[in-house]
């Protein structure tokens, strides 16, 4: 004789199948008629990511002569974007002010001196070293000044990096760059200060006529950096001075 349990058990089993194979058909016709929220990737809005929107990067290269002391080595202006920084640890914090010293973004950054390692046991864990280098990487603009980086835990600064200078130089040999247009237009300013004024004028032609090694040779006034400190260098600090921008 059969148990109640026996008869109900089958009756399960195909409800159960009937039940997965509607479940399957209707999740299918949801994704194919694009009923629900998401389902056409062409209609949904582009995800905002933290990623900066320049197509290009400054990379600072510092050596560091111990955990707290620091200098750029080398420099240079990247075709690479800098990298995403969502889920940096809080270890360094990096400061990019523009000419003016105005903030313009701050954000956290690994320490260069950090280094992880397994142990013995298979545990991932992390030594900072006395010394070594490490490198830097934000985001180019034209307007970018100091770059401030502090070491968050001992609430020290560790180095700043003239970031505009890093632009400058770039620029000075890459004229076609776009993103140079308002750099060059603003050469000239001779005492780094973030504008031109006649004091920038007055060290360029004290600097005329000079070329490295002369008494009166100043690199800062070399405007256009062909080596050599003449009128046409003036020429270019008097232009950036009569332009409202520049100063």
């Given amino acids: 004789m059969k148990t109640a349990l026996s ?3 089958p009756r399960l089993g195909v409800l159960a199948a009937v039940l997965a194979v509607a479940l399957v058909a209707t999740t299918y016709a949801a994704v194919g008629q694009g009923t629900g929220p998401g389902d056409d990737p062409a209609t949904e809005p582009i995800p905002t990511l933290d990623v900066p929107e320049s197509a290009q990067s ?4 510092v050596q560091f002569d111990s955990p707290t ?3 750029v080595v080398r420099s240079s202006v990247s075709n690479w974007p800098a990298p995403a920084r969502t889920g940096n640890p809080p270890f360094i914090q990096v400061d990019l002010f523009d000419v003016d010293g105005n903030l313009i973004e701050t954000f956290n950054e690994w320490h260069p ?3 992880e390692y397994f142990g013995d046991d298979g545990l991932e864990g992390s030594v900072m070293e006395e010394t070594g280098e490490g490198r830097f990487v934000f985001p180019f ?8 980086i502090t070491d968050i835990e001992l609430g ?3 180095i700043q990096i003239d970031a505009q200078q890093i632009v400058v130089d770039y620029c ?3 004229e076609g760059d776009p993103g140079c247009a308002s750099v060059i237009a603003c050469a000239g300013d001779v005492n780094g200060d973030g504008v031109v004024t006649a004091s920038d004028i007055v060290a360029t032609a004290r600097a005329i006529p000079s070329v490295e090694g002369d008494q009166r ?6 405007a256009n950096g062909d080596g050599v400190v003449n009128v046409e260098d003036l020429r270019i600090v008097i232009a950036s001075f009569l332009d409202p921008a520049c100063r």
């Fill in 172 to 174: 000075r040999e890459n």
């Fill in 156 to 158: 020290q600064e560790l």
């Fill in 113 to 115: 001196l950090m280094v």
């Fill in 217 to 222: 040779w100043n690199p800062d006034a070399d």
């Fill in 7 to 9: 008869v109900i058990s």
């Fill in 58 to 61: 400054i990379v600072a290269t």
């Fill in 141 to 148: 603009a034209p307007n970018i000044g100091n770059v401030v």
């Fill in 69 to 71: 002391s620091a200098q």
